[in-house]
């Protein structure tokens, strides 16, 4: 059960409950949790680029908009792998089945969209000769 060690261990809504498991899966369960991480910071940072470069004469006036977006969509996925650590080590606490990811299946379909996107508009230029 809960041991005085435990009760102090924060956040208290995920070490208060049920058992330690095997360091081995709280540590997998982290580093999943931290690659989620940098793959959000990644986002953000590609919206910040695009943020700083939208004053560009070239660049459409939307780009700046956009660079928000995905700025917020890096937030968002960074508070998703939070969530999902949180999900996943009561789940191995508690001896429940791992939840699936909320993040995989949206972040794909994004991905998926910007590349045909990016395919799309680089046919586009090609095509106009630019």
């Known amino acids: 059960m809960t041991s005085p060690k435990q009760a102090q261990r924060r956040p208290r809504s995920v070490y208060g409950v049920g ?7 709280s540590l ?6 931290l690659a989620w ?9 590609g919206g910040v680029a695009l943020s700083s470069l939208a004053g560009i004469p070239e ?17 968002g ?5 939070l969530i ?8 191995l606490r508690l001896g429940l089945p791992l939840p699936a990811p909320n993040a995989l299946v949206p972040l794909g ?5 910007l ?10 230029e090609l095509r106009s000769g630019v």
Do not use: H, K, Q, Y
């Open 84 to 91: 999902g650590w949180r999900r996943s080590e009561r789940a």
């Open 19 to 25: 058992d330690d498991p095997d360091p081995r899966f």
């Open 77 to 81: 996925l960074g508070v998703s792998a």
């Open 37 to 45: 991480l940098r793959t959000a910071l990644a986002i953000v940072a």
């Open 109 to 113: 379909v994004a991905i998926v969209i």
């Open 59 to 75: 660049l459409p006036d939307w780009s700046a908009a956009l660079g928000l977006v995905i700025c917020m969509a890096g937030a």
């Open 115 to 124: 590349a045909i996107a990016a395919v799309v508009l680089s046919a586009a």
């Open 28 to 33: 997998a369960n982290e580093r999943t949790a």
